[in-house]
């Protein structure tokens, strides 16, 4: 487990993605300089000697810090001082190749209908493929990995926006203008239905099938039989009466 750093340290380290390289950590700022705080969050919780950061701890620098350098509006938190944030501008000569990260369930739809924002109001692009990556896996574990053929594009109508060192945005970007893997093949289940009739199954050697109906209708008859045989026993039979043995008085009686 790492070990906790002071508020001090902590707002250093905040107060470098703010005010000077949010770009470097895949994070862009507003107008006016904002990032949502969840956003922050997630990009400093994946270097590993600030994986223990929660919200509280920003809250723990405003409290106990004479003067943060940052301030929270709501579910926002900017730099108080901006005046080396990067500028985003129109950008007329960006690199060959471009990479940005989608869900995987968005894939199919993506192929089809092209790339769209997803929860930003810009396709965030990266020159950067592992910053790109890093970026798409703050909403998908396995994101897709995609290359934007910036050429292409461009011809097609498409602006580029440089936003930092490493980091461009698109309004969107048309079908046919980038490249990814190919498509999961699709898995079909086949589902068999079997008809098996009692009659024609075939017998194995040394054994024998048991017709439960046969056999009911057996018991049904064999009960009907020994009922009726034991009716008849009592209608044809008469009871056999013991004859009384007449007793002969002794000689001392007579």
């Excluded at 001090?8 to 949010?22: N, S, V």
């Excluded at 092209?114 to 930003?120: E, K, L, M, T, V």
């Excluded at 190919?182 to 199954?201: F, G, M, N, S």
């Amino acid at each position: 487990m790492h070990k906790v750093k002071s508020p001090q340290t902590l707002a250093k380290f905040i107060a470098y993605i703010l005010e000077r390289r949010p770009d470097e950590f895949g994070l862009i700022t507003d107008k006016e300089g904002f990032v949502k705080i969840k956003e922050l969050l997630k990009a400093i919780t994946e270097e590993k000697e600030w994986k223990y950061v929660r919200r509280f701890h920003l809250d723990e620098i405003l409290y106990s810090l004479p003067s943060p350098p940052f301030e929270i509006f709501d579910k926002q938190i900017r730099a108080k001082r901006r005046d080396s944030l990067p500028e985003t501008h129109l950008t007329g000569d960006p690199p060959k190749l471009l990479f940005t990260c989608i869900r995987k369930r968005a894939y199919p739809s993506v192929l089809d209908k092209g790339i769209s924002p997803a929860g930003y109001h810009h396709v965030i692009l990266s020159s950067d493929r592992k910053l790109a990556e890093r970026i798409g896996k703050r909403t998908d574990q396995e994101p897709v990995i995609l290359t934007v053929h910036v050429k292409k594009s461009v011809q097609n109508g498409v602006m580029f926006y440089q936003a930092g060192q490493s980091l461009f945005l698109s309004e969107s970007i048309p079908p046919g203008c980038f490249s990814g893997p190919p498509l999961p093949k699709a898995k079909t289940e086949t589902k068999k239905t079997e008809k098996i009739d009692t009659t024609a199954q075939t017998k194995a050697a040394g054994s024998f099938l048991v017709d439960m109906n046969n056999l009911a209708d057996r018991q049904r008859s064999a009960g009907g039989r020994s009922q009726k045989k034991k009716l008849d026993w009592k209608g044809t039979k008469k009871p056999i009466k013991k004859q009384k043995i007449k007793r002969q008085r002794p000689p001392w009686r007579r």
